[in-house]
């Protein structure tokens, strides 16, 4: 009986002590794994987490680079200087002898300026500070939008601007020359190849480069376009001119990025079974019904995935315009980012560097939740 016990505790003994040692391995390997993923942790604390959350809390204050005054904590100020909007209506000037209105040497209606409504008119208290940022004319009345902060609501629709345009040109170019290089023939390798290379080119060095092509004397474009008969043409100073600056830079982007994104699609083109095609065939399919019925639906997944990088690096755009333009002519060119290291840096306007930073990650962040709600699988 009594060694009947004595294994019956050996048992429970035996079993209490495979326990704890399998306790004590996995405490090692908990421990050893925090251990290497430390420095990678440890710089991500460093350079992301700390950086962001100083960045909120400067947003809410008037800290500067470089001041005598101390820093203090001002609320919402940043915010509203960024989104004070108004929509202001001018009245054009009456000649008071005929009544009609006056009109200047090119013919155009006369109308006060902005400055005599917003720098301290008693009339207009709400109106005093702000900048004039757009403005349309409808009959005889000109309608304004004024801002708080001019420079950003123009930095917005830059960007905008360049999203509605790149997102559909690059994309749809680049689903283009994948299905071109697509094809089983002798060489095509090579045409891959040089479809990719400016992707591999630093952003800089294109930058620098494409701006001696636009160069407004000697540059290359100039100088083609300057070789077409029957053409008056005369020099464009392209990334000089608030009109074709912008143009100018989104050319130069579609051509530097268009090939990283025909990779992805080719690689998605290459994962449609080719029987599906087959089968198309013997029912008479078409060209672009075989496209419309087989190719998009096997891209689904690769459309996600390139509409949302090709809407990231379209909201980073920073390094082309830096390089190209300095955001001008005339902010027209300037974007949410540009402005966020003007005015943190150039300007040592930290706190409304930081305030343009936030908004930029929240509005980011909401595209990027908008489209993956809209793309997203459903069963």
């Known amino acids: ?20 040692y399998k306790q004590r391995l996995e405490r090692r390997e908990s421990l050893a794994g925090w251990l290497m993923i430390a420095p990678a942790l440890l710089l991500i604390i460093v350079f992301l987490i700390v950086p962001i959350a100083m960045g909120l809390g400067f947003s809410f204050t008037n800290q500067r680079l470089i001041s005598p005054n101390p820093t203090e904590f001002v609320g919402g100020r940043n915010f509203e200087s960024l989104f004070r909007l108004r929509v202001f209506p001018i009245q054009a000037e009456i000649d008071s002898e005929t009544g009609a209105p006056l009109l200047d040497e090119e013919g155009n209606m006369v109308f006060p300026r902005v400055r005599n409504f917003v720098r301290n008119n008693p009339e207009y208290p709400e109106l005093n500070g702000l900048q004039e940022s757009f403005s349309f004319v409808r009959g005889t009345t000109k309608y304004t939008l004024l801002a708080g902060d001019a420079v950003f609501v123009r930095s917005l629709v830059n960007i905008f601007y360049f999203i509605v345009i790149v997102i559909p040109v690059q994309g749809g170019l680049a689903l283009f020359l994948a299905i071109l290089v697509n094809q089983k023939l002798k060489g095509i390798n090579i045409f891959r190849a040089i479809y990719f290379v400016p992707v591999v080119i630093s952003m800089v060095i294109v930058s620098i480069l494409w701006r001696f092509i636009y160069d407004g004397n000697n540059g290359l474009l100039n100088s083609l376009l300057g070789l077409i008969p029957f053409i008056n043409f005369q020099p464009i100073d392209w990334i000089g001119n608030q009109y074709t600056a912008m143009p100018a830079i989104i050319i130069m982007s579609i051509w530097q990025g268009v090939g990283f994104h025909m990779v992805i699609w080719l690689a998605g083109l290459q994962t449609i079974p080719g029987v599906l095609y087959e089968a198309a065939d013997v029912a008479g399919a078409t060209t672009w019904q075989k496209f419309r019925y087989v190719t998009w639906p096997g891209l689904r997944s690769t459309f996600i995935f390139i509409l949302i990088t090709i809407t990231m690096a379209a909201f980073g755009l920073f390094t082309q315009v830096d390089i190209m333009t300095r955001g001008g002519p005339l902010d027209s060119t300037t974007t949410v980012i540009h402005q ?40």
């Open 1 to 20: 009986m009594s060694a009947t016990t004595s294994r019956e505790g050996s048992v429970v003994y035996d079993q209490t002590a495979a326990k704890r």
């Open 340 to 379: 966020a290291v003007q005015r943190g840096f150039h300007k040592q306007d930290i706190a409304g560097g930081s305030a343009i930073s936030l908004f930029y990650f929240v509005m980011v962040l909401i595209i990027a939740l908008v489209q993956w709600a809209l793309t997203r699988e459903t069963d």
